[in-house]
């Protein structure tokens, strides 16, 4: 699992990509956390454009990261999910705390 962190003005942006499970998961958030403890942004968004498999530790993932921008009084967004993903996110009241978007070019 990879996470590119990149920092522009009042936004972070983690491009997700491979497999986010128990294992992957904590390096991913150790990354990101620290990313939001050194830039203070306004806006985190987390891009599973390249997510390959998520199981729940994905959702944790975006929780946890939503708890930590609110300490910041900053906002979330998660986008590029498949409408799979994004339909697991939903199910488990992602969308009442952050921006889901899903991929534009998909195809069923």
Known sequence: MNAEIQSCGEIVIAYLSGEIDHHSAKE???????????????HLILDYENVSFMDSSGIGLVMGRY???SSYKGTLEVRNVNSHTKKLFELAGIGSIAIIKEVKNERN
């Open 28 to 42: 991913i958030r150790e990354r990101i956390d620290e990313a939001i403890s050194v830039n203070k942004p306004r």
């Open 67 to 69: 708890r930590l921008m």
